[in-house]
């Protein structure tokens, strides 16, 4: 269980020094067994929030317990134990490049001190789970996006974690992977893990049986929203974009505006300047995504 009271947070981005609130002075609770989709646009502190319940980032104000242990003040052997019973995705995976597959694994049961014998179970068990076995002996460079990705979930499960944090799992897959990630994700609430899960991924929603919806915003968390409520939220254009851009929002597809999430606000003469670079970096968007939105500004900047 996970208990905030009272948080407050905030991020200094190194662009302009800018400052932006994470959370101001928000209580919550996370339940045994809660599937928690925490949603928001880039820069609203998804990220963050996985990061300070598990200390990788340090509260302003407040406090947050793990089953009834405050992480604020607990010493560095404290955290590590702690965080036994917490499994982490991170979004860039994090796998230990020099190590195989199979030694990214056992690296994390030889920290917590599991005998060898049983190491070698373990991993290959959890390798089994989420497809990677034929692959255990390759370095994590060898790999596509989505296997790193199952690598990743398989390390964060090595400790049998009551809990599983994932920041973005799905992010930039191909539609093989991402239904694999979204699989071996839906079996763990059965197992009785606790899972919260940031994404951008809207379609997510649809594959969890009564999942929890929360949305963050400007510090706030806007909990237990339906799934029509968190599209209003998501979707909505920011207040201070220019006219033009409005229109081209406007005639957009909800998958286009997901992407743009990042983006904005841009005018559109910029956003067309940058669709170059979004071809480049693949940013889940299909040629045919990208020859709409160039058509689409198109008409309002002749």
């Known amino acids: 269980m996970i208990t905030v009271k009272g948080v407050k947070a905030t991020k200094i981005f190194s662009l302009k020094n800018k400052i932006i609130p994470i959370l101001l002075g928000e209580d919550f609770l996370i339940k045994p067994k809660d599937v928690i989709l925490l949603t928001g646009k880039s820069g609203s502190g998804k990220s963050t929030l996985l990061k300070l319940i598990i200390r990788e980032e340090i509260l302003d104000h407040g406090d947050i317990k793990i089953n009834d242990r405050s992480v604020n003040n607990l010493s560095q052997k404290e955290l590590t134990l702690l965080r036994q019973n917490i499994g982490f995705v991170f979004q860039n995976n994090r796998l230990i490049t020099h190590k195989t597959v ?50 990743a979930i398989a390390r964060a499960l090595a400790t049998s974690p009551h809990i599983l944090l994932a920041d973005e799992p799905t992010g930039d897959l191909d539609p093989y992977n991402h239904e694999l990630i979204v699989e071996i994700l839906k079996r763990l609430p059965i197992k009785g893990i606790t899972l919260v899960i940031a994404t951008h991924d809207l379609d997510i ?74 071809y480049k970096e693949k940013l889940a968007f299909t040629e045919r995504d990208l020859d709409l939105l160039i058509n689409t500004i198109r008409k309002y900047i002749k």
């Open 205 to 278: 929603y649809h594959q969890f049986s009564k999942p929890r919806i929360w949305y963050l915003e400007q510090g706030q968390i806007y909990k237990n929203l339906t799934f029509d409520e968190l599209k209003r939220r998501y979707y909505a254009p920011p207040p201070n974009l220019d006219e033009k851009t409005k229109k081209v929002l406007q005639e957009l597809p909800d998958s286009i505006k997901e992407k743009l999430a990042a983006l904005l606000p841009v005018t559109v003469e910029k956003l067309l300047d940058l669709t170059p670079k979004l």
């Open 102 to 151: 199979f030694e990214n694994i056992r690296f994390v049961l030889e920290i917590i001190g599991v005998n060898r014998h049983e190491q070698e179970d373990i991993v290959l068990n959890l390798l089994n789970m989420v497809g990677m076995l034929e692959k255990k002996d390759y370095y994590p460079q060898y790999l596509s996006g989505g296997e790193q990705k199952r690598v």
